[in-house]
């Protein structure tokens, strides 16, 4: 079954600073992954998404993630945080072929701190 | 372009009742998913429908159903209703089924069972 581990549940970071927020999934043959970004009370909306191609993808408001597939990570990074990025982070794996489900891990808290 | 609608935002029901979650998604799209996220367990999967038909189930007991009609707005239900399914429920809507599409979510509904 497709699973994926955030491994932080909150990240606090002075603002200007650098951030990583981390993610693995379950390895597969042919992955999607995504990004997506809640701030409170609001639903989620898409950071950034890999289908295929390049495994650097830029997403909206300066974040980034690499696709490592050895270590089948998707970790997300922006080199420098805004007090505005205070949300919650969802990392996302769906696969390739039939009727895949898009499964979410549990959130990562970043909370910027000024 | 209207996004995604979810209604109502805020129901409190007791123990033993049901509740019928609305959904209308982005005019266009035809694949509704539905999700249940609590603190912790970040988004569970509970369905998706794509023109009328369910594509994809998620580990939710029988008192979880929903349904998909011709205009692509969807509900759910949730009979029998138990403490533990105080939740917020989220509807995203995508124009493609099985995963590699960008998932657009509602601001969900907010369900307290007292």
């Known amino acids: 079954a497709q699973s994926v581990t955030q491994l932080d549940s909150q990240v606090p970071v002075f603002e200007e600073a650098p951030v990583e927020l981390r993610c693995n999934y379950s390895?597969?043959?042919?992955?999607?992954l995504f990004w997506y970004v809640q701030y409170p009370n609001q639903g989620l909306q898409l950071l950034l998404k890999?289908?295929?191609?390049?495994?650097l993808v830029k997403g909206i408001n300066g974040f980034e993630a690499e696709f490592n597939k050895s270590q089948t990570s998707f970790h997300l990074r922006k080199p420098s945080v805004h007090i505005s990025d205070t949300a919650e982070y969802f990392c996302?794996?769906?696969?390739?072929?039939?009727?895949?489900?898009?499964?979410f891990g549990i959130g990562t808290k970043l909370q910027v701190i000024p | 372009k209207a996004g995604v609608t979810q209604t109502p935002r805020y129901l409190i029901k007791t123990r033993g009742q049901q509740v019928t979650l609305s959904c209308s998604p982005i005019?266009?799209?035809?694949?509704v998913s539905w999700y249940q996220q609590t603190p912790g367990q970040g988004l569970q999967f509970l369905f998706e429908?794509?023109?009328?038909?369910?594509?994809n189930k998620g580990n939710f007991p029988g008192r979880f159903s929903g349904r998909q009609f011709s205009n692509s707005r969807s509900e759910m239900n949730v009979s029998t209703l138990e403490l533990g399914d105080s939740a917020l429920y989220l509807c995203a809507s995508s124009l493609v089924s099985g995963g590699a599409g960008e998932l657009f979510f509602g601001e969900g509904s907010r369900l307290t069972v007292l």
């Open positions: 429908y794509f023109s009328e038909t369910q594509r």
């Open positions: 890999y289908l295929s191609g390049s495994t």
């Open positions: 996302a794996v769906s696969y390739s072929g039939g009727y895949q489900k898009v499964t």
């Open positions: 390895s597969s043959v042919s992955v999607y």
């Open positions: 005019s266009g799209h035809r694949s």
